[in-house]
């Protein structure tokens, strides 16, 4: 009888979408209820992997961050039930993010736009659920000011990032 041995390379394992998912999920666990700094990690994550990753995985990057901050409970301390109502939401709006900075001129404006339509995508949602009574007040801020002070802090590390860190691709 003759026996196969299966060779896994580490290198087929530990991809850079392999990270990208993994830190997306991790993230919101490892930065305990610091939306600011959690959001701008998050978002720079978007922004690199919306320029360096294929298009086709960036819906299901899209869902991870908020199913890691669901998870945890602890991002929005109290607030954090709240935050299941968004999640439809906030997966749309990491995608609005990812395309419109992912698009081929790949510019300061294109993040810098990127950044503002997701945030008043979201400060949008936030305040249909006020009016409606389905959330509280201070999700109009969480939804609005601080998604786009996160995006820009995120488009801006992300541009540093990939300028300086990670190798251009080649296109």
């Given at each position: ?46 922004f ?62 294109s ?5 503002f ?12 659920f ?21 995006a ?20």
């Amino acid at each position: 009888m003759e026996s196969k041995a299966l060779s896994i390379s580490i290198k087929k394992i530990i991809t850079l979408e392999t990270t990208v998912f993994a830190l997306a999920f991790l993230i919101p666990l490892l930065f305990n209820g610091s939306q600011i700094i959690t959001g701008s990690i998050i978002n720079t994550l978007l922004f690199i992997s919306a320029v360096k990753l294929s298009k086709r995985i960036l819906p299901f990057l899209a869902v991870i961050p908020s199913l890691g901050a669901v998870s945890h409970g602890v991002l929005f301390g109290p607030f954090t039930i709240y935050l299941v109502y968004f999640l439809p939401f906030i997966w749309l709006g990491n995608l609005i993010l990812m395309y419109i900075s992912g698009l081929k001129q790949k510019t300061i404006l294109s993040f810098i736009t990127a950044a503002f339509a997701k945030s008043i995508f979201l400060y949008c949602i936030a305040y249909m659920f006020v009016s409606f009574h389905v959330v509280p007040k201070i999700f109009l801020t969480a939804m609005g000011v601080l998604q786009l002070v996160t995006a820009l802090v995120g488009g801006i590390a992300a541009i540093g990032i990939s300028k300086y860190i990670l190798k251009p691709t080649n296109e």
